[in-house]
C-alpha cells in the first residue's frame, strides 16, 4: 500500500488508486484487489476523517486558550479595578483624616484663642477691681484720717470744755 497525504495529492492518487483497484479486482473477479482497493479509500477517508477531527480539536484548544486569555484578563481587570477602588478609597480616607485633623487644629485654636480673651479678660476685670479696691483703700485712708483729726479736735474740745467746767 502506498504512504498517504490527505491534505495534498497525495490522497486524490491514493483514493484514485483504490478505486482502480477495485474496478480491476471487479472486473478480474479478483475479491482480494477489489477489497484492498476499498480499504485503500476506507484508509484515505478515515485520514481525512482524522485530519478534520484534528483540525477541530485544534480550534476548539485554540478557543479554549482564548477563553482561558479572556478569563485571566477578565481577573486581571478585576484585580486591577480592585486596587484601584482601594486606592481611590485610601485616599478618600486620607482626605477625609486630614480634614477631620484640620477641623480639629480650627476648633482647638479656636477654643485656645477663646481661653486667652476670657484669661485676658479675667486679668483686666482682676486689675481693675485691684485699682477700685486700692483707690477704696486709699479714700478709706483719708477718711479715717479725717476722721480721726476730727475726733482729736472733738476730744481737744471736750477737754477744753471740762477743763473750763472744772473751774469754779
Known amino acids: 500500500m502506498a504512504e498517504q497525504d490527505t491534505n495534498g ?10 478505486k482502480a483497484k477495485q474496478v480491476v479486482g471487479g472486473a478480474l473477479g ?20 482524522a485530519a478534520v477531527l484534528e483540525n477541530e480539536a485544534e480550534q476548539r484548544e485554540e478557543a479554549a486558550r482564548i477563553a482561558a486569555a479572556k478569563q485571566e484578563n477578565e ?18 480616607l486620607e482626605r477625609e483624616r486630614a480634614a477631620a485633623e484640620q477641623r480639629v487644629e480650627s476648633e482647638f485654636a479656636a477654643k485656645e484663642a477663646e481661653a486667652e480673651r ?21 479714700e478709706a485712708v483719708v477718711d479715717i484720717a479725717r476722721t480721726e483729726r476730727a ?14 467746767a472744772d473751774r469754779p
Open 75 to 92: 481577573l486581571e481587570r478585576q484585580r486591577l479595578e480592585t486596587e484601584v477602588t482601594a486606592a481611590e478609597r485610601e485616599e478618600r
Open 151 to 164: 475726733a482729736d479736735q472733738a476730744e481737744a474740745t471736750a477737754d477744753v470744755l471740762d477743763a473750763a
Open 30 to 49: 479478483d475479491r482480494d484487489l477489489a477489497l484492498e482497493g476499498e480499504l485503500q479509500e476506507e484508509k484515505v477517508d478515515a485520514a481525512k476523517t
Open 9 to 18: 495529492t497525495g490522497g486524490f492518487k491514493d483514493r484514485l488508486l483504490g
Open 118 to 138: 476670657e484669661a485676658k479678660a479675667r486679668l483686666a476685670a482682676a486689675e481693675a477691681a485691684e485699682r477700685s479696691a486700692h483707690r477704696a483703700h486709699g
